[in-house]
Nanobody, 125 residues
Framework: QVQLVESGGGLVQAGGSLRLSCAVS????????MGWFRQTPGEEREFVGA????????HYADSMKGRFTLSRDKVKGAVILPMDNLKAEDTAIYYC??????????????????WGQGTQVTVSS
């Protein structure tokens, strides 16, 4: 059974940094992609970026390019999303998700197979 557990969220001032982590356990697939999404009240989940677990290749939403850099730690079984220079508009619940298969350019929430519970990020201005 696949389990995804996010951590690292919290309250930070604008300009500050957070390091989100998604612990992955259970997958026995030969290839899968890990995505990060964020959601604010009343809005759909917004794609942030995705990474191929096997190759480390990454894909980002156009609005996120240059801001965040995804990585994965195969030893710890985690995907890391460091976030620097945070802005008030980055306030959201951040979710990680898993998509089975080698392709890692999926950007819609409905295209992912498993989800974590989310971690709240609040940026005060």
């Amino acid at each position: 059974q696949v389990q995804l557990v996010e951590s690292g969220g919290g309250l930070v001032q604008a300009g500050g940094s957070l390091r989100l982590s998604c612990a992955v356990s259970g997958p026995s697939y030969s290839a899968y992609a890990m995505g990060w999404f964020r959601q604010t009240p009343g809005e759909e989940r917004e794609f942030v970026g995705a990474i191929s677990w096997s190759s480390g290749g990454t894909h980002y939403a156009d609005s996120m390019k240059g801001r965040f850099t995804l990585s994965r730690d195969k030893v710890k079984g985690a995907v890391i999303l460091p976030m620097d220079n945070l802005k008030a508009e980055d306030t959201a619940i951040y979710y990680c998700a898993l998509r089975v298969g080698s392709y890692f350019h999926f950007t819609l929430a409905g295209q992912y197979d498993f989800w974590g519970q989310g971690t709240q990020v609040t940026v005060s201005s």
